[in-house]
C-alpha cells in the first residue's frame, strides 16, 4: 500500500533547561535545530519503518530551505513533489523544561497556510496515484477541506497537530478513516470544556469519523474499532529525554500496521512501541526504529 503525507516540514529551534524553569528569567540550558514537523516527522518514521511513502511539502527559499532539502536528502524520503516557492520557511521555537515536557511552543507556518487549493491543481495525478494519504492539519481550513473531499475515495489519515487546528477537518469529519488526537484537540473539535475522552470519542464517530485514537501525556490511549471503546495503558518509560515527536510516533506505527493489514489492536500496540523508542533520544524521530521493522 502507497502512501503519501501531506504537511508541514519545519526547523524546529528547541530549548531545554538543565533546571526547573524560571518564568522571566535567562534560564541555562541547551539549544538545537533540527528538522520537525508533524507531517515531516509522520514520513519520517513511516520511511524508517520501512514502508512505501512519499513527502508533500511546502519548500522555501531561505538558508533554512537549503537545510530542508539536505536532510530530506540525508533520509532517503521521496519528496520530489513537494512545492517551491519563493518564501521563508516553516519554524517551530519550544522551550522544554528540565524533565523533557514541553512548557511552551510557537509555530510560524504562515506560509504553508497560506497554500490554497489552485496550489494543488497541477498535483492531482501524483495524489491520485496513491493508496492512502495522511494529513497533519497545518494547511488552511479551506485546503484541507479540498483535498480531504476530493481525495475521499482513498484512505484518509489525519494528525490533529493542536487544538487551535484540528476544527478544520471538522466539516470533513465523514470522510476521515482515523484521526489521532489528545485530550486538548477533542476538546476543541467538539467544543466542550473537559470532554470525557470515551463519550467524546462515541460523539465524533455520531459525526461520521470512522475512527479514532486519542492520546493523553501518561493516561491510557483510547481508540475505537467499529462502535466499541478500547483503552490501552501506555508503557512506562524511566528515562525520557524528550517528549517531541512522540505522538508522531505513535501514529506513525499505527499506520504502518494497518497498511500492513493488522487490526487497530496490534496497530495500536505497535504505535506504542514507536512512540517509546521516540522517547529515548532527544530529537522528534528516532533512526532505531527500524530494528522493529520484523516485529
Known sequence: MSLLVIGAC???IIGKSHKKLINS???IGEVSISLGGVAKNIANNLYNLGADVSFLTLLGSDNFADMQRSELDKIGIDYHNSLERDVTSSTYLAVHDFNADLNVGINDM???EALTQKDFYELDSVIESFDTLVFDTNLSEETLIYLIDKYKHK???????SQSKVVRVA???KHIDLLKI???ELNSILKIDNCDIITGVKQLLNLGLKSCIVSHSDEPITYNIEDDIYQSDIHEIKNILSTMGAGDALFSGTIYYLAKGRNMHDAVNFGKIVA???LEVC?????????????
Open 25 to 27: 528569567e535567562s534560564n
Open 283 to 295: 530529537e522528534a524521530c528516532n533512526e532505531d526504529i527500524k530494528k522493529l521493522i520484523n516485529l
Open 155 to 161: 484512505t484518509i489519515y489525519v494528525d490533529g497537530v
Open 110 to 112: 504562515k506560509n504553508i
Open 10 to 12: 519545519n526547523i524546529d
Open 276 to 278: 517509546d523508542k521516540t
Open 171 to 173: 466539516k470533513v469529519i
Open 182 to 184: 489528545n485530550q486538548y
